[in-house]
């Protein structure tokens, strides 16, 4: 039987299928020496036991086969809200196989070992497989063993959000079942965070690496909700090409007194400082051209500074995927045509 | 200063030396001096003020073209700048008006010179001409319909050869150029610029593999002595319809003059007989031909060519920067399209042109000769458009031998005249041609490195060194004294001088820039040359040893 739980390095990039495209960049970038958080995954493998053995697969089918509403239209749409919270209620409630759960609280008691920690906080993220449309659920600074446990079902029961149940049924996909892969890796308490994108997706320059930062977690950078700090880094020698360092009123952290994490207003000294110094920024930029190189094509990488850590160990990769949003690429025509009416010094 | 010929259209007035204008001679197509019809007619009006619509019709950002003025004989084109304003206004259009340049000069090409081959072709037919010697039997009146059209099909060769290619594509190539010097400090001058733009089949070389050809079933039909035994060229003709042999031969040969007979002794003149005229003039050729019993070497020198240029193209664009690489191969392709348009045109626009203004020209000068108008027929070519027109119908009536008389006077003090290379404010040329890629491509001035103690130094070359003996050969007409290894010291070459290149050691020429017919010619042939010494043929006498050093594109006169 397929293994339900694997270690970032026991997985290569062609696991995708096995657990999910996010956990198999995890273990690429894990494999290839890249300074990844610890974590493991939980494979596709494991949702299916799950689903299957706990009879929680068979209720839903169940449950479907009296659900009658049509995906597009809008009036029906309350009902797959109703259906969403009653079929995530069935997933959340099951217990767990024994020898998962067992598995998965061995793993998380390893990872609070490795850091010292009693109860390491840790993020439950969703990893689709590699021709998965979906756009589930991931969980942050979850601590503790059941915690964990609970993290990883809830986010199996994302495939039952209401927004993945209605792409199902308009897409005529199995409504009842979506395994997906699961990642738990051990949360980085960031300074800054953001993303990049190995080729400026402004021109699809791919000598040039754009960077998005904001204070805090990367999750505030990714919603599009701040303006956050931009850059530009030549891939050749780091040369910092353009900076612009933007006002920043939000940031993504734990709230210091419950522990949750959410929206908070930044602190008036850091509202109008840069996110990054040139060293961070180069640094950065530098791993990111590494990972692109070893991964062969543009990447979109999520990345964090790590607090109490010095460069360059405090930066860290959170996530990398090909990156899609490069602007149709010019013909060289055309980018010889923009080159020779840019250059009239001759 | 007095106007050329009379003629305002190109006379100096003191507005044209200011401090902001320099205008330089054209000693590449204008030496030596044309009779004044041709001078006129047949090259600095249609010519230049086509030039002129090219960079117009294109809206070239930085340059309005090319406006010219007459001194001495020569022509004296100068670049007219562009505002910063208008540079800006430009821009945008000609980005558009370049881009099919770029994506699609084969076709846009191979269409237009068909049509222009075409054209020739019809208007002979329109006339009924089927034979070179049937035009005399043309009435008076016919004759001059057919002289305005043959000039409206003139004009058209002038369009597609300047304004709808030559601006363009030599824009392209002097773009290359810059750009290779700008981001490698390449040189064109460097062996392996040259390298990559060498390895191109065109026209001009079909044309010389006939003419070898030709001397190869010579040789094979053991027609060697007729051709060694004279040196008179019209006596071995003769001598050719003696024999069976012979006159087989000669059959090949007038297939040969039906097709490429179309050109005059001069690549651009109509003072000067065709080829079909007077079919003697192909003999030197072939006695060079003959001469390397047959033997071409431009098929093995192509070769050698095509695969360094794989080599060269693959070095050149390893030392382009990686994110530039896309848009420096398309405009290296660019630059070998001009190298090819270099050589590939000249038999479609100014070497048919010519021999059918010429074939016109001389008939009328024939009945003007006929009619007293002129005492002799060649004097037409010392009359200008209003002359004919006023004498041509009915012929007769009008005397022209006073005109004929002053301007060949003022004609042959120019073929004594040195011509001065630059007038006005010398310091420009540097920025003018940094300005004008066009002509940066076509013209070079000598470039002067006094570390290197040369005796010549030059604007373009082709890489390669070789020591030899030096034949000085002022006009094609003299093309037969090269012997085989000599080194060729020539104002310039054109498609004329082609056979040339098969037997010469080395090139040596006054002007002449990178895409100049010597230096494309002798890359192909993998001669060394060394053109645009602005004074080659006045330092050099025939018998000087001299070492040519394509690679450094300087000349040792070792005597």
Same mark, same amino acid.
């Given at each position: 039987?397929?293994?339900?739980?694997l =270690?970032?390095?026991e997985i290569?990039?062609?696991?995708?299928?096995?657990?999910?495209?996010?956990?198999?960049?995890?273990?690429?970038?894990?494999?290839?020496?890249?300074?990844?958080?610890?974590g493991?995954?939980?494979s596709?493998?494991?949702?299916?036991?799950?689903?299957?053995?706990?009879?929680?697969?068979?209720r839903?089918?169940d449950?479907l086969?009296?659900?009658?509403a049509?995906p597009?239209?809008?009036?029906?749409?309350?009902l797959?809200?109703e259906?969403?919270?009653?079929?995530?209620?069935m997933?959340?409630?099951a217990a767990?196989?024994?020898?998962?759960?067992?598995?998965?609280?061995?793993?998380?008691?390893?990872?609070?070992?490795?850091a010292?920690?009693?109860d390491?906080s840790?993020?439950t993220?969703?990893?689709?497989?590699a021709s998965?449309p979906?756009?589930?659920e991931s969980?942050?600074?979850?601590? $503790?063993?059941d915690?964990?446990?609970?993290?990883?079902?809830?986010?199996?029961s994302?495939?039952?959000?209401q927004?993945?149940?209605?792409?199902?049924?308009?897409?005529?996909?199995?409504?009842a079942?979506?395994p997906i892969?699961?990642?738990?890796?051990?949360?980085?308490?960031? #300074?800054?965070?953001g993303?990049m994108?190995?080729?400026?997706?402004g021109?699809?320059?791919?000598g040039?690496i754009?960077?998005?930062?904001?204070?805090?977690?990367?999750?505030s950078?990714v919603?599009?909700?701040?303006?956050?700090?931009?850059f530009l880094?030549a891939?050749?020698d780091?040369?910092?090409i353009?900076?612009h360092v933007s006002r #920043?009123?939000?940031?993504f952290?734990p709230?210091?007194?419950?522990?949750r994490?959410?929206?908070?207003e930044?602190?008036?000294?850091?509202?109008n400082?840069?996110?990054l110094?040139?060293?961070?920024l180069?640094?950065?930029?530098?791993?990111?051209?590494l990972?692109?190189?070893?991964f062969g094509?543009?990447?979109?990488i999520?990345?964090?500074?790590?607090?109490?850590?010095?460069?360059p160990?405090?930066?860290?990769?959170?996530?990398t995927?090909?990156?899609?949003?490069?602007?149709?690429?010019?013909g060289?025509?055309?980018?010889l045509?923009d080159f @020779?009416?840019?250059d009239?010094?001759? | 200063?007095?106007?050329?010929?009379?003629?305002?259209?190109?006379e100096?007035?003191?507005?044209d030396?200011t401090e902001?204008q320099v205008w330089?001679c054209?000693?590449?197509h204008g !030496?030596?001096?044309?009779?004044?019809l041709?001078?006129?007619h047949?090259w600095?009006?249609?010519g230049y003020?086509?030039?002129?619509?090219?960079?117009?019709?294109?809206q070239?950002?930085t340059?309005?073209?090319w406006?010219?003025r007459?001194?001495?004989g020569?022509?004296?084109?100068?670049?007219?700048?562009?505002?910063?304003?208008?540079?800006k206004?430009?821009a945008p259009i000609?980005?558009?008006?370049?881009?099919?340049?770029i994506?699609n000069?084969?076709a846009?090409?191979?269409?237009?010179?068909m049509?222009l081959k075409?054209n020739?072709?019809?208007?002979?037919?329109?006339?009924?001409?089927e034979t070179?010697e !049937?035009?005399?039997?043309?009435p008076?009146?016919r004759?001059y319909?057919?002289?305005?059209?043959?000039l409206i099909?003139?004009?058209?060769?002038?369009?597609v050869h300047?304004e709808y290619?030559?601006?363009?594509?030599y824009?392209l190539?002097g773009?290359f150029?810059?750009m290779? #010097?700008?981001?490698?400090g390449?040189?064109?001058?460097?062996p392996?610029? !040259?390298?990559?733009?060498?390895?191109?089949?065109?026209s001009a070389?079909?044309?010389?593999?006939? @003419?070898?050809d030709?001397?190869?079933q010579?040789?094979?039909s053991?027609?060697? =002595?007729v051709?060694t035994a004279?040196?008179?060229?019209d006596?071995?003709l003769?001598?050719l319809?003696?024999?069976?042999?012979g006159?087989?031969w000669?059959?090949?040969?007038?297939?040969?003059?039906d097709?490429y $007979?179309?050109?005059c002794?001069?690549?651009s003149?109509w003072?000067t007989?065709?080829?079909?005229?007077k079919p003697?003039?192909?003999?030197?050729?072939?006695?060079?031909?003959?001469a390397?019993?047959?033997?071409s070497? @431009?098929?093995?020198?192509?070769?050698?060519?095509?695969?360094?240029r794989?080599?060269?193209?693959?070095?050149?664009l390893?030392?382009?920067?990686?994110?530039?690489?896309?848009?420096?191969?398309?405009l290296?392709?660019c630059?070998q399209?001009?190298?090819?348009?270099s050589?590939?045109?000249?038999?479609?626009?100014?070497?048919?042109? !010519?021999?059918m203004?010429r074939?016109?020209?001389?008939?009328?000068?024939?009945?003007?000769a006929e009619a007293g108008?002129?005492d002799?027929?060649?004097?037409?070519f010392?009359l200008?458009?209003?002359d004919?027109?006023?004498?041509?119908?009915?012929m007769?009536?009008?005397?022209?031998?006073?005109k004929?008389?002053a301007?060949?006077?003022e004609?042959?003090?120019y073929?004594?005249?040195?011509p001065?290379?630059l007038? $006005?404010n010398p310091?420009?040329?540097?920025l003018?041609?940094q300005?004008?890629p066009?002509?940066s491509a076509?013209?070079?001035?000598p470039n002067?490195?006094?570390e290197?103690a040369?005796d010549?130094?030059?604007?373009?070359?082709?890489?390669?060194?070789v020591?030899?003996v030096?034949?000085?050969?002022?006009?094609e007409?003299d093309?037969?004294e090269?012997?085989?290894g000599?080194i060729l010291?020539?104002?310039?070459?054109?498609?004329?001088?082609?056979?040339?290149?098969e037997?010469?050691?080395? @090139?040596?020429?006054?002007g002449?820039?990178?895409?100049?017919h010597?230096?494309?010619?002798?890359?192909?042939?993998?001669?060394?040359?060394?053109?645009?010494t602005?004074?080659?043929?006045?330092?050099?006498?025939t018998g000087d040893?001299?070492?040519?050093? $394509?690679?450094?594109?300087?000349?040792?006169?070792?005597?």
């Amino acid at each position: 039987m397929d293994r339900v739980v694997l =270690g970032f390095d026991e997985i290569r990039e062609g696991d995708a299928d096995k657990v999910g495209k996010k956990c198999a960049n995890l273990g690429e970038l894990t494999y290839a020496g890249f300074r990844v958080p610890p974590g493991f995954a939980v494979s596709l493998a494991g949702y299916s036991r799950f689903m299957n053995e706990t009879g929680v697969r068979a209720r839903i089918e169940d449950y479907l086969a009296s659900f009658h509403a049509d995906p597009n239209k809008t009036a029906d749409m309350p009902l797959y809200e109703e259906a969403s919270a009653v079929i995530r209620g069935m997933v959340e409630e099951a217990a767990m196989p024994a020898d998962m759960e067992t598995e998965i609280r061995e793993r998380y008691q390893a990872l609070c070992e490795e850091a010292c920690l009693a109860d390491l906080s840790v993020a439950t993220r969703s990893a689709g497989p590699a021709s998965h449309p979906g756009q589930y659920e991931s969980y942050l600074h979850i601590k $503790g063993a059941d915690a964990v446990v609970a993290g990883v079902r809830r986010v199996w029961s994302s495939t039952f959000n209401q927004r993945s149940l209605i792409a199902r049924a308009r897409q005529g996909l199995d409504v009842a079942y979506d395994p997906i892969g699961v990642a738990v890796l051990r949360m980085v308490e960031a #300074k800054a965070a953001g993303v990049m994108f190995t080729t400026n997706p402004g021109d699809g320059d791919a000598g040039k690496i754009y960077l998005e930062a904001n204070w805090g977690l990367g999750e505030s950078v990714v919603s599009g909700e701040v303006t956050p700090d931009s850059f530009l880094v030549a891939k050749a020698d780091g040369e910092i090409i353009e900076r612009h360092v933007s006002r #920043k009123a939000m940031w993504f952290v734990p709230d210091p007194e419950t522990g949750r994490v959410g929206f908070c207003e930044v602190p008036d000294d850091m509202k109008n400082a840069s996110t990054l110094t040139d060293d961070e920024l180069r640094e950065i930029a530098r791993v990111g051209a590494l990972i692109e190189k070893h991964f062969g094509v543009p990447q979109d990488i999520e990345w964090a500074v790590a607090l109490g850590a010095e460069l360059p160990e405090s930066v860290m990769f959170l996530q990398t995927r090909p990156q899609k949003n490069i602007i149709e690429k010019k013909g060289a025509t055309d980018r010889l045509l923009d080159f @020779i009416i840019r250059d009239f010094e001759f | 200063m007095t106007a050329v010929y009379g003629v305002s259209l190109f006379e100096f007035d003191e507005s044209d030396f200011t401090e902001d204008q320099v205008w330089f001679c054209d000693v590449t197509h204008g !030496s030596p001096p044309w009779k004044p019809l041709y001078f006129c007619h047949g090259w600095c009006w249609p010519g230049y003020q086509t030039i002129q619509t090219g960079y117009e019709s294109l809206q070239v950002p930085t340059s309005r073209g090319w406006q010219i003025r007459a001194k001495d004989g020569y022509p004296y084109p100068s670049v007219m700048l562009t505002t910063e304003e208008e540079t800006k206004q430009r821009a945008p259009i000609f980005r558009e008006r370049i881009r099919p340049y770029i994506e699609n000069f084969n076709a846009l090409w191979d269409e237009a010179k068909m049509d222009l081959k075409k054209n020739y072709e019809d208007l002979r037919k329109k006339y009924g001409l089927e034979t070179y010697e !049937s035009i005399k039997d043309l009435p008076d009146y016919r004759l001059y319909d057919m002289l305005e059209e043959y000039l409206i099909l003139h004009r058209k060769q002038w369009v597609v050869h300047m304004e709808y290619f030559f601006v363009p594509v030599y824009y392209l190539f002097g773009l290359f150029q810059n750009m290779s #010097k700008k981001v490698l400090g390449l040189d064109s001058g460097d062996p392996l610029f !040259s390298k990559a733009m060498a390895g191109f089949d065109s026209s001009a070389f079909r044309f010389n593999e006939r @003419i070898w050809d030709l001397g190869k079933q010579a040789v094979e039909s053991g027609l060697e =002595g007729v051709f060694t035994a004279d040196e008179d060229d019209d006596a071995v003709l003769r001598h050719l319809e003696g024999s069976d042999a012979g006159r087989a031969w000669l059959e090949g040969f007038r297939q040969f003059l039906d097709e490429y $007979g179309w050109r005059c002794e001069r690549m651009s003149d109509w003072a000067t007989p065709s080829w079909l005229e007077k079919p003697a003039l192909a003999i030197p050729g072939i006695r060079m031909a003959i001469a390397t019993k047959g033997v071409s070497s @431009i098929k093995e020198n192509r070769e050698l060519a095509e695969r360094e240029r794989g080599e060269a193209e693959k070095e050149l664009l390893e030392k382009v920067p990686a994110d530039q690489r896309d848009w420096y191969e398309v405009l290296m392709k660019c630059a070998q399209n001009a190298c090819y348009f270099s050589e590939d045109h000249t038999y479609y626009t100014e070497l048919y042109t !010519s021999a059918m203004g010429r074939w016109i020209f001389k008939e009328i000068g024939r009945r003007f000769a006929e009619a007293g108008t002129i005492d002799d027929s060649e004097d037409v070519f010392f009359l200008l458009m209003n002359d004919i027109y006023k004498a041509i119908i009915p012929m007769g009536r009008v005397k022209l031998q006073g005109k004929v008389a002053a301007r060949k006077k003022e004609w042959e003090g120019y073929l004594t005249v040195q011509p001065e290379m630059l007038l $006005g404010n010398p310091e420009l040329m540097g920025l003018v041609v940094q300005k004008d890629p066009v002509l940066s491509a076509a013209f070079a001035l000598p470039n002067v490195r006094p570390e290197l103690a040369a005796d010549l130094y030059g604007g373009g070359s082709a890489p390669g060194v070789v020591e030899g003996v030096a034949r000085v050969i002022m006009t094609e007409k003299d093309l037969g004294e090269l012997r085989k290894g000599e080194i060729l010291v020539a104002p310039g070459t054109s498609a004329q001088w082609m056979p040339a290149f098969e037997i010469a050691g080395g @090139i040596i020429t006054d002007g002449g820039g990178a895409l100049s017919h010597a230096v494309i010619v002798a890359r192909e042939y993998r001669l060394p040359a060394v053109t645009g010494t602005h004074e080659a043929t006045s330092k050099i006498k025939t018998g000087d040893r001299v070492k040519v050093d $394509g690679d450094l594109g300087i000349v040792f006169i070792l005597k």
